[in-house]
């Protein structure tokens, strides 16, 4: 009975955090504001590494937050700052529609966690599965000795990227004074 109810949570969990991730992929697609856009694929990417996560891929979590969700979503951010997409307009009627649609799904997953907390208080005697050891410790000893050279061309590469981007935008407002 208690591993079926491990089974259980964690299949919940997954098909929870899976779905996240597909229905805020749609609303990246449908969102006709960039910047509500942005948001739903930093969603979008933090689901996806919740979904690493729990197929034991911690490393691979962890770099989807920082890399994608972090640094990749800050650039995008700032693209759109530079460009002038314009300001979003509050209180318009999906606005409205959003926050009725919001109360329920919150009350929603509010009795979900209560519901699943009182599931995991009967399994404490279950053993969990192990995560496989060294997995960022055998990637990082890689890294740093066997693909040394490649990883600092990368970093070389990343550095005139931001060198060349803050040139143009510099340029750019010399150009419109």
Known sequence: MAA???????????YTVAGIAVLSALIVIGARN?????????????????IYAMLHAQFLAMVQILVYAGAVMVLFVMIMMLIDI?????????QKILRVIAAPFGVAVTVILVTLAGQISKVK???????????????????FTKYLLPFEVL?????????????LARRRDREES
Do not use: D
């Not at 079926?4 to 997954?14: H, L, P, R």
């Not at 314009?86 to 999906?94: A, D, I, L, Q, V």
């Open 4 to 14: 079926e109810a491990v089974n259980w949570i964690y299949a919940a969990g997954f």
């Open 34 to 50: 960039p910047v509500i856009s942005a948001v739903w694929l930093v969603v979008c990417l933090v689901a996806v590494a919740g």
């Open 86 to 94: 314009g300001k979003f307009e509050p209180g318009r009627k999906s």
């Open 125 to 143: 005697n279950v053993q969990w599965p192990e995560p496989p050891e060294g997995t960022s410790e055998k990637i990082g000893g890689m890294l």
């Open 155 to 167: 970093s070389l590469l990343l550095l005139a990227a931001v060198i060349a981007a803050i040139y």
